[in-house]
Every structure is written in C-alpha cells, then in structure tokens.
C-alpha cells in the first residue's frame, strides 16, 4: 500500500535512546517501504545507518530554553519546505502547538509528567522539569484529536471528559508480537523485569514490590 498521496509529519525530535528510538527506526522501515513519510528527528542519531529513500528527515536540535517554553518555531520552517498541507501530524512526548495538520496525534511517551514524583528517586530540578511538561501537555490537549499511550494504565491518565480518539500503541516490534503468540510450554520463575536503563526506573523499589508480589 502507497501512501505517498498523504503528507504525514513525525515528531521524533526528543528521541534519541531506548523504547522511543526503536519505534522511531520501525516507523522510519515500513514508511520508506509504503510510499515515504517526513520525519522531525533529534541530531543525536544523524550518524545513525538509516537507509532512506523515500522518507525526508529534518534533524533538530533543541536547548532546554526551547523546550520549557515548548517553542517549535521550526514546524513552521518545516512546513514551508514541505510546501503542501499536512494531513498527519504525530508528536512523540511533545505536546501538539497548534494545529500543525489537518489531524494532530500525541503520543504520551512518559507518565511521569502526568503523575505525582514522591518515591520515584527524581532529583529535584528533574521533577520540576517533569512537572512543567505535564502543564504544557495538559495545555495543549485541545491542539491533538487523537490521544495515545504505551498502556491502558497511561492512557487512563488523560482527562475522562476530552472527546479525542484514544488509542493504545505499545513499543514492539513484530519479532516480539509472533513471539507472544506462540503456545510454548515455559517453566515460570520467580522473575522481574525492569524495562530501561534510566534511574528513573527506580531499581530498589522496583525489587521491593517484587519481593511483595512473592
């Protein structure tokens, strides 16, 4: 299926590591495949071997001035390159500006902005940060008719009473889905899983609830 009669705009300009970055490169393989997309993406992955032939990629690089004042002037200058009307705009963790395309898709990548930081082992400036971008996306709801999240656990942080389209889109790959589908006979063991690397997964109380669930 081509889909080069419809112009889509991805936002992956904050992504550059783990979960985030392995969905952005599954995007970026199956719309260069179907017709091609244009991607915002973060410069930190330009050394990346990404073979695209028929996706456009704008590299962007932010400062944290920018992103506490959610300034995205560069989808303006985007949008003049691209020349035409945009008919998808998805923005991953970014809260939606405007009306960038005819429909607007925000991604919640991250829970912590829309929940309380007690007992998450966040350092202080990194819980205010967090805060301020739950107040920019709460802001900027009106901007997105579509809403999606990881989990029907994230997805049940937005407002009951916003009438968007929610949806749930986990990060995966079609590897992993064929491998869950599988009837295969495991022994299960006492195990626990923490997804991530980042202090934010909070190891010592992660392996306390596990020491409950026992």
Do not use: C
């Amino acid at each position: 299926m081509l889909i080069d009669a419809i112009i889509i705009l991805f936002n992956f300009s904050s992504t550059f590591t783990g979960g985030g970055l392995k969905r952005l490169i599954a995007y970026l393989e199956w719309f260069d495949n179907n017709g091609g997309a244009h991607f915002i993406v973060n410069h930190r992955i330009k050394d990346l071997p990404l073979d695209n032939k028929n996706n456009t990629l704008y590299y962007i690089d932010s400062s944290k001035i920018q992103k506490a004042l959610n300034n995205q002037n560069y989808l303006v200058d985007i949008a003049r390159q691209i020349g035409t009307d945009i008919d998808l705009y998805y923005s991953y963790g970014i809260p939606v500006p405007y009306k960038v395309g005819k429909v607007n898709w925000f991604h919640l990548s991250n829970v912590l902005p829309l929940i309380e930081h007690s007992g998450h082992g966040l350092h202080l400036l990194r819980s205010i940060e967090l805060k301020w971008l739950g107040v920019l996306i709460r802001r900027n709801y009106k901007n997105a008719e579509v809403l999606s999240a990881e989990s029907n656990y994230s997805l049940s942080l937005f407002p009951s009473n916003l009438h968007h389209n929610l949806v749930v889109s986990p990060n995966g790959s079609d590897k992993e889905i064929k491998l869950f589908e599988q009837s295969i006979d495991l022994k299960i063991n006492d195990i626990a899983v923490i997804v991530g690397t980042w202090f934010k997964k909070d190891l010592d109380n992660s392996y306390n609830i596990f020491l409950e669930l026992q």
